[in-house]
């Protein structure tokens, strides 16, 4: 079976240039890789709802959405365009006009994640449902495996606890720190105002999850002593 990154090999020249252009360095946005990451979203939610479904048939519907929530997610792409190294790639894709902003692109995750979207969208359009979603599959299969093993939705989990209580939870970015390619987002999580967690991460919903991580040790510690 041909892996992913050899079916990108195999794309036809003007579908790889559209893959690899980023829209500011287009002369049209049409001819960037935007419109193939719209293609690539579905396709990449096709692949793996097929998979997850038939490899987990004891699965209820939460919990197939919970696995397919994370491995379609912006942060796994950008993890599976790490691997495919997708920043080579544009490098060596950009012009010399392009030069001044390839560094700060290829170092954000949402291009990374954007341009892994659009190269499934490409090979989708070049050879079919039937001839990628294998590749696809085994692309993926790490972050299939660690999403219904290990991945734990903390909000889900937070919002669970405290859903018998009739209590109000809220997030808050409170702070967004570094340059636009390599931003760190600082969440909060209050209930009924009183701020429970704080996380930090690389895109706001990782934050949050981790203020919930924090906040539900928290309520754990007052449970235990409580009792």
């Not at 790889?16 to 980023?22: C, D, I, K, P």
């Not at 967004?176 to 999580?189: D, I, K, L, M, W």
Request: glycine letters at 6%.
């Amino acid at each position: 079976m041909a892996t992913l990154a050899q079916l990108a090999e195999q794309l036809q020249p003007d579908l790889a240039r559209q893959v690899f252009t980023h829209s500011s360095w287009a002369s049209e946005r049409t001819l960037s890789y935007e419109r193939l990451e719209f293609l690539g979203d579905s396709v990449l939610g096709v692949c793996i709802s097929t998979e997850i479904y038939q490899r987990y048939p004891d699965y209820h519907e939460g919990e197939l959405a919970k696995v397919r929530a994370y491995v379609v997610s912006r942060y796994t792409c950008a993890k599976v365009g790490e691997a495919l190294d997708v920043s080579g790639k544009l490098v060596r894709s950009a012009q010399e006009a392009e030069a001044a902003n390839v560094v700060q692109l290829v170092e954000n995750s949402n291009v990374l994640a954007a341009v892994v979207e659009a190269l499934i969208g490409a090979l989708y359009l070049q050879m079919g449902l039937d001839g990628i979603i294998d590749a696809v599959i085994e692309a993926f299969d790490e972050h299939i495996i660690y999403a219904a093993s290990d991945y734990v939705d903390y909000k889900t989990v937070l919002q669970e606890e405290v859903a018998r209580t009739s209590r109000e939870l809220a997030y808050e970015v409170v702070r967004a720190e570094g340059p636009p390619h390599a931003r760190v987002f600082t969440s909060t999580v209050t209930l009924d105002g009183e701020v429970l967690g704080q996380g930090k991460g690389k895109t706001k919903k990782v934050s949050q999850q981790e203020a919930a991580k924090e906040a539900l040790e928290v309520l754990r510690v007052r449970k235990e002593e409580s009792s």
